[in-house]
């Protein structure tokens, strides 16, 4: 849930809540702008299970002159590949090659490889690092090509993610998400945080931290801004904050309770639920403020808006019919459709980049768990056996989904292929973790 006025959405949604909402919608706050100064960044740490079905099988020699960076920029690359769950990482042991060595194919066959990426970097008189690399279809004996980059010292795992990002496009012919980043927030003690991190949940910068609670950070598409609730004024309102420099705007305080906004792709405009007018209503509002416009009139409660993938439609939660549940309705206004049929307790949409899948939360025997709908053909498909899944949201490509969870009495953020048979643990240390959004490609 991205809205703390879920809990008004009728007698069975608050009791069903009320443990929930208790521990997730104090989460937040907004105080301190920027990196906080002797924060622990507590980075995450990633465990892998449950790969089957095609993997691609490549090979990733450690990069020339890797020993002396501060950055293992091999390791990097293969734990990105192996957290997709599609590659197979193909023993390399012993091997260093650079971006201009002519490798051994026959041997690169024998072992296994179907493909092979080879590199180096060194130290510059400046004191930044040079990078290249070169990658190669072993099975057609074909250079594919290859980048170079000249960065700091602190930018070596960026540049190491976009290698990744690099294999992985060429080898499957999607776009790689390894250079994107996710928020998420954290409550430990008495302090919530709001985190900026790579995708892999390494490097967490903290960008907001406060005693009083911050709820559903969004990313601008262009992935410069977040938009989230702060509680700081003791009530919900929402602002936009700029990442690069921690300047922040205030979007929406009005009567009531503002929150759960979520961005349009074109970034000009967000939805957003208000109560200004009494029960939790879906309007949309500038990005910058202003007056906002109401989407339709409602006897229920409305809230999650989620903007489709084309600014079509917004999709959203809806007790109107007795019990929450998903709906879309057009984003200039009009009727609202229903669109989750399966299960009494359906919440929290997120919509695939190509507009072709929705993640939700269903209510099974009792626990909260991840479903995927294919929009076209209805079919809902289970993911989790886990019991208090949250926040859904899609990585870029489409490829994974990012969530919150629970296993063995700690919190977690997870992926998941859409079949969900392929998952990654990014676990927590030292607090509370809720809310993941993951951020757009940036090129």
Not at 177 to 204: C, H, I, M, Q
Not at 319 to 345: H, I, K, W
Not at 351 to 362: F, N
Request: net charge positive; no cysteine.
């Amino acid at each position: 849930m991205k809205n703390m006025n879920l809990i008004s959405l009728g007698n069975g949604f608050v009791g069903d809540l009320a443990a929930r909402i208790k521990r997730r919608n104090v989460i937040g706050g907004a105080l301190a702008l920027g990196v906080v100064p002797g924060l622990s960044a507590q980075a995450l740490r990633v465990e892998i299970s449950g790969y089957e079905g095609r993997q691609y099988p490549v090979a990733l020699p450690v990069f020339k002159g890797e020993a002396a960076a501060p950055q293992k920029i091999s390791s990097i690359v293969q734990a990105d590949l192996e957290r997709s769950g599609i590659f197979r990482i193909v023993n390399a042991t012993g091997v260093e090659l650079d971006e201009l060595s002519r490798p051994d194919l026959a041997m690169w066959r024998q072992r296994t490889a179907e493909w092979l990426n080879t590199g180096s970097i060194h130290r510059t008189a400046d004191g930044r690092f040079d990078i290249r690399f070169r990658l190669w279809d072993i099975v057609k004996a074909e250079d594919l090509g290859g980048q170079s980059f000249v960065v700091p010292a602190a930018d070596l795992r960026l540049a190491a993610h976009r290698i990744a990002d690099f294999i992985y496009e060429k080898v499957t012919g999607q776009p790689g998400a390894f250079s994107t980043r996710l928020a998420y927030v954290t409550k430990s003690g008495a302090r919530y945080t709001l985190w900026v991190a790579d995708s892999d949940g390494e490097n967490p910068q903290a960008a907001l931290t406060s005693p009083e609670p911050i709820i559903s950070p969004s990313w601008s598409p262009n992935g410069s801004q977040l938009a989230y609730v702060s509680f700081e004024s003791r009530k919900p309102v929402v602002y936009v904050h700029e990442v690069a420099n921690g300047r922040r705007r205030l979007v929406a305080n009005f009567r009531g309770s503002n929150s759960a906004p979520a961005w349009s792709p074109d970034g000009q405009r967000l939805a957003v639920t208000l109560t200004r007018d009494g029960r939790s209503q879906l309007y949309t509002i500038s990005a910058s403020g202003g007056e906002p416009t109401r989407i339709m009139q409602s006897a229920g409660i409305d809230t999650e808006p989620a903007f489709s993938s084309d600014g079509s439609y917004i999709y959203f939660v809806s007790d109107r019919g007795g019990s929450p549940q998903v709906y879309r309705v057009l984003s200039m206004g009009g009727g609202a459709q229903r669109v989750t049929f399966q299960g009494n307790y359906n919440i929290s949409p997120a919509i695939s980049p190509d507009g072709t899948k929705l993640a939700y939360i269903s209510r099974v025997s009792g626990g909260y768990r991840l479903h995927v709908m294919d929009l076209t053909s209805g079919t809902v498909t289970p993911l989790t056996s886990t019991g208090a899944d949250e926040s859904p949201s899609f990585a870029p490509n489409g490829q994974l989904i990012v969530y919150a969870t629970r296993e063995g009495g700690r919190s977690a953020l997870m992926t998941t292929t859409l079949d969900g048979k392929i998952k990654a643990r990014l676990s927590g240390q030292g607090g509370e973790i809720r809310e993941p959004d993951w951020g757009p490609i940036q090129r």
